[in-house]
């Protein structure tokens, strides 16, 4: 008997075991959830299912996992994947020769999405194991997976050794054997573009991945990596881990759009001041401006132009370029030039180019460099225009009108006048040496003094009618631009009369003074 046992136990040992075939199915969903979950979010909880029921029914446990494309291949001609659910889970499973089959369905509760898995043995019809749960979103569905998934698996190896804790005996294995149920890991290299940006590994945020670029430690198999920034778009890749230092890396899109602002200034004033940018009253630094999508009210303005709005709308990713020309400012001018206290006419030249002569009355652009011209000189007058207002200016004159230095003539004609009358006393004074007095007896004396009277008497009354013809015609109102240029022209020739009826007397002093001298 014994070693009719022995020989039976043999047999029984040594016979071939036949694998258990597994059937995961697609992942269904309820019609209230089918908005809710994307059909690639159930093909991917449907592959983390099918890879925990690898983990935990080994091939050399005699499992075999079918992959979706044999399920395909086992199906009768006509029967779709889809109509596999319900009632004829079962029929399904013996229809494609699995002698398991389990499939999850997707469905809604209390505003929540919810999980439901079956795991049916065919042969008997029988239920082996099922589990439920219920999450926010689907990254919740997929923690509940990860979690109860492996139990779930784990009632089929037991129906299939036939060891369920109550007796009974299938096959038999070695009590010494063993397989490892860890899964091999793998380093992954997170990185993207902006840098920054805070990687999720299925839904997890990883301590020591919290910015990229960063590296993390990732079970082999799929997995869904997630990155997010600030004011840019997620980006989200499913990869397949089977190899170490993998990298995978984002470029995020981002979700603002650009104003780059550089106008064109009329008439080259715009390094006299700053441009200043404000975009829905907010005050901007760069030129180049981020901005969220929609539609914004921007201001410029530029001590030396003319204030300038516009609405601009904004797309995501988008660059839009304020280009224009911006108009010079203008306000109104009423300038006056005086020497001495008496009013004067002298050229006006605005920015370079001459516009008249005081007084002026007219427009004036804004941060205009304003001058007044004479013979040899020219002065800047301090000018401040204000933007479509007048502003009213009286210049004293550093020059004499005419070019020349009136103090110094006068104090020429005195010296002559002081050699004439023999005083030395003012001679000594103003630094010039005395002469001999001399009574004027010698003929070329006499010659030159009465020449040199005659040439300072005639340049004075010159000088005069000159000063009082220019004096006139600065003072004379016009209407029309000719009148305008006749007025201007009998004011310069008053000056040029002016100037030489003093060159003239000048002379004749120094005439008067020379004839002492013989």
């Not at 044999?70 to 079962?90: F, H, R, S, T």
């Not at 038999?172 to 990687?199: C, L, R």
């Amino acid at each position: 008997m014994r070693r009719q046992f022995f020989a039976f136990l043999f047999l029984l040992i040594a016979a071939p075991a036949f694998a258990a075939h597994v059937a995961v199915l697609e992942t269904m969903a309820d019609p209230t959830a089918k908005d809710k979950v994307k059909l690639s979010d159930r093909l991917y909880l449907t592959n983390v299912l099918r890879e925990e029921a690898v983990k935990q029914l080994p091939a050399e446990q005699n499992f075999t996992i079918m992959t979706r494309e044999n399920i395909l291949q086992m199906l009768p001609p006509g029967k779709a994947i889809e109509d596999c659910e319900g009632e004829c889970l079962v029929e399904t499973g013996k229809n494609i020769s699995a002698d398991y089959i389990c499939q999850a369905r997707v469905g809604s509760f209390g505003g929540s999405l919810t999980l439901s898995a079956e795991l049916y043995e065919t042969a008997g019809n029988k239920l082996v194991s099922s589990f439920n749960g219920q999450g926010k979103n689907v990254n919740a569905l997929l923690d509940i997976i990860k979690k109860k998934a492996p139990d779930f698996f784990r009632s089929a190896k037991s129906k299939s050794t036939g060891f369920d804790g109550l007796g009974g005996i299938g096959s038999v294995g070695s009590i010494g054997d063993y397989s490892y149920s860890g899964k091999q890991k793998f380093i992954v290299e997170i990185t993207s573009e902006p840098k920054g940006a805070v990687p999720t590994i299925d839904g997890r945020a990883d301590s020591k991945c919290l910015s990229t670029p960063c590296k993390v430690l990732v079970e082999a198999g799929s997995h869904r990596f997630v990155v997010s920034k600030d004011r840019y778009d997620d980006g989200e890749q499913v990869v397949d881990v089977r190899e170490n230092n993998r990298k995978i890396s984002f470029s995020l899109t981002p979700a603002f759009g650009w104003l780059v602002v550089k106008p064109e200034f009329e008439g080259n004033a715009e390094s006299r001041g700053k441009l200043s940018i404000s975009v829905d009253g907010n005050h901007k630094k760069d030129e180049k401006i981020e901005l969220d999508p929609g539609v914004h009210k921007v201001s410029l303005s530029h001590p030396c132009y003319d204030p300038v709005e516009f609405v601009v709308s904004i797309a995501k990713n988008k660059t839009e370029l304020f280009d224009r020309m911006m108009t010079r400012g203008k306000g109104g001018l009423e300038l006056n030039a005086e020497f001495k206290g008496e009013p004067q006419s002298v050229t006006v030249r605005i920015d370079g180019v001459e516009v008249g002569s005081t007084p002026y009355a007219g427009e004036v652009p804004m941060c205009a460099e304003v001058e007044l011209v004479g013979s040899g000189w020219a002065e800047k007058v301090d000018v401040q225009p204000k933007w479509h207002k007048d502003v009213q200016v009286t210049h004293s004159l550093a020059h004499s009108p005419d070019g020349l230095d009136v103090d110094e003539t006068r104090l020429r004609a005195k010296e002559a006048y002081a050699e004439l009358d023999g005083d030395d006393d003012f001679l000594a004074e103003s630094g010039r040496p005395s002469k001999v007095k001399n009574d004027g007896s010698g003929a070329a004396g006499k010659i030159l003094l009465g020449t040199g009277v005659t040439a300072a008497v005639t340049g004075v009354v010159l000088a005069v009618i000159g000063n009082s013809q220019a004096k006139s015609a600065s003072e004379k109102k016009y209407e029309t631009e000719s009148e305008f240029k006749k007025n201007r022209k009998d004011a310069e020739s008053g000056q040029t009369l002016r100037s030489v009826g003093i060159g003239i007397a000048i002379v004749g002093a120094i005439g008067i003074g020379i004839s002492f001298a013989f």
